[in-house]
C-alpha cells in the first residue's frame, strides 16, 4: 500500500512539474524571453568576449608633448584590464576608439577624413578647457562619436579632481591647518582686469585684505611653494577664468583643498559644486548679497575657531584625487567601453555648450 501510495504521489508530481514546465514555456513566448540564438552568432560573440582588448589610438599629443605608452599601461598604472593605448597611426584600421584633442585641432591638424572608417570605430572629441578655449567647432559636424571632457555629462568624464570616500579605520582625524598668516590669499597669474574675477577681487580687497602672489603682483610662487603658501592663509580664491558648467579646476582640489585653506569658489553655478563637492567644505561667491557681506562673513569666520575649523570636517571622510596623466584619462575610456551608446554621432559640438 505505501508503495501504491509513493507511485500515485511520484505520477502526480511529474504532472505537476509537466504543467509547471508548459506553463513557463508559455510565459517566455508570451515575454519574448527565448534564447534569441541570433545573439550569439560568433562574430557578436568576439564582440562580447571579456578577454578582448579595447585599442585607443591617441592621433597626436595632447600639447605636443609625448609620454610613455610602453607596457600594459592601463593595467600597470590603473589596474584597468584589457585596454590598449597606441599612437601609431598605422592601427587606425584595428582601432576602437581614435582620440583627438582638441588644442591640435585648433592649431591646424587635420582629421584623417580620408581614411575608410571601419564600421564600429567611434571617434573621441576631448578638451579639458572651457568652451572659451575651444575654438570654432561648428566645422566638427557628424564626426565625433563621443566627447571626453570634465563635464559631468560627458561620454567620459574626466574631472580635474574629485573626492573618493576615505577607509575610515586606521585614519587619525585630520588636523586642521594652523599658523595662518593672512586672512585671504589669491594667486593669479593671468590678469585681466574685465574677467568678472578681478572686480570681485578688488570689491574684496577693499573690505578685507587679500594677500596676492603670483606673475601679475610680480610674486610667483614655484610650484613646490603653492601649497606650503596657500595653507598660511585662512581662505584662497579659487576663481575660474571663466564661468562656464562643470569648470571646476585644479584650483580648488589641489590649490585649496590640498593646501589646507577653506576655498571661495567663483566659477560654474552654487548647484555644480555642490554635486562634487561636500556641503561646508567651500564657500561660493553667489552665496551672498554682496562682496561685502562675503568679506565681513570671512572675517568673521576665522575669528570663530570652532565654526572655521568645521569646513574641515569633510576630510575625515574624503580624501582629494587630482587628475593629472593623460594616460589615466584615456584609461577611462576602456573602464566606460560597454557602457557607452552603441550609436551616437554629434551633429554640433557646439550646440552642446562645448
Ligand atoms: C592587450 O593589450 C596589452 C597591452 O598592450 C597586451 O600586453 C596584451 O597582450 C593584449 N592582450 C590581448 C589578448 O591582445
Ligand atoms: C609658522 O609659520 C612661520 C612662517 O610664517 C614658520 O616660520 C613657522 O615655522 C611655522 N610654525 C609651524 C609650527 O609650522
Ligand atoms: C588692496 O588693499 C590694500 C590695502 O587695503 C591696498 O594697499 C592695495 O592697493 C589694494 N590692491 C588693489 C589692487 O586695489
Ligand atoms: C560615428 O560617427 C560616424 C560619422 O558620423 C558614423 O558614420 C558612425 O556610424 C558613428 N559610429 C558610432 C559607433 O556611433
Not at 54 to 63: A, E, K, N, Q, R
Not at 96 to 124: C, I
Not at 227 to 255: H, M
Request: some cysteine.
Amino acid at each position: 500500500m505505501g508503495c501504491h501510495n509513493t507511485k500515485k504521489t511520484l505520477i502526480s508530481a511529474l504532472k505537476k512539474c509537466l504543467l509547471f514546465f508548459l506553463c513557463v514555456l508559455l510565459l517566455c513566448l508570451l515575454n519574448g524571453w527565448l534564447p534569441d540564438f541570433q545573439a550569439i552568432n560568433p562574430s557578436t560573440f568576439g564582440n562580447w568576449s571579456s578577454s578582448r582588448n579595447v585599442t585607443i589610438l591617441l592621433w597626436h599629443w595632447p600639447f605636443g608633448r609625448p609620454f610613455s605608452l610602453r607596457g600594459d599601461v592601463c593595467w600597470d598604472l590603473y589596474r584597468i584590464p584589457h585596454c590598449r593605448l597606441v599612437d601609431q597611426r598605422s592601427l587606425f584600421p584595428s582601432a576602437d576608439v581614435v582620440v583627438f584633442h582638441n588644442r591640435e585641432l585648433t592649431q591646424g591638424q587635420k582629421l584623417p577624413l580620408d581614411l575608410p572608417r571601419p564600421q564600429g570605430q567611434r571617434w573621441a572629441w576631448m578638451s579639458l578647457e572651457s568652451p572659451l578655449y575651444n575654438g570654432n567647432l561648428h566645422k566638427y559636424r557628424n564626426i565625433f562619436n563621443m566627447t571626453i571632457t570634465y563635464r559631468r555629462d560627458a561620454d567620459i568624464t574626466i574631472p580635474y579632481g574629485e573626492l573618493l570616500p576615505k577607509e575610515t579605520e586606521g585614519h587619525p582625524v585630520e588636523e586642521v591647518p594652523q599658523n595662518k598668516s593672512f586672512l585671504v590669499c589669491w594667486v593669479i597669474s593671468n590678469y585681466r582686469r574685465q574677467h568678472k574675477r578681478s572686480q570681485v577681487y578688488k570689491e574684496l580687497n577693499v573690505t578685507v585684505p587679500v594677500k596676492v602672489y603670483g606673475r601679475w603682483t610680480k610674486t610667483p610662487v614655484p610650484s613646490s611653494a603653492l601649497l606650503p603658501t596657500i595653507s598660511r592663509c585662512y581662505f584662497y580664491l579659487a576663481f575660474e577664468n571663466s564661468v562656464s558648467k562643470d569648470y571646476i579646476t585644479e584650483k580648488l582640489w589641489r590649490n585649496a583643498y590640498q593646501g589646507g585653506a577653506v576655498p571661495v569658489v567663483m566659477g560654474p553655478p552654487l548647484g555644480d559644486y555642490k554635486a562634487v563637492a561636500p556641503p561646508n567644505s567651500f564657500i561660493h561667491v553667489d552665496e551672498f548679497e554682496s562682496v561685502k557681506d562675503l568679506g565681513k562673513y570671512l572675517q568673521q569666520l576665522a575669528e570663530d575657531k570652532k565654526r572655521y575649523n568645521e569646513y574641515f570636517a569633510w576630510k575625515n571622510q574624503w580624501k582629494v584625487k587630482l587628475y593629472t596623466d593623460w594616460r589615466e584619462r584615456m584609461c577611462k575610456i576602456c573602464s566606460q567601453y560597454n557602457s557607452l551608446p552603441q550609436h551616437r554621432v554629434y551633429s554640433d559640438l557646439k550646440a552642446y555648450g562645448y
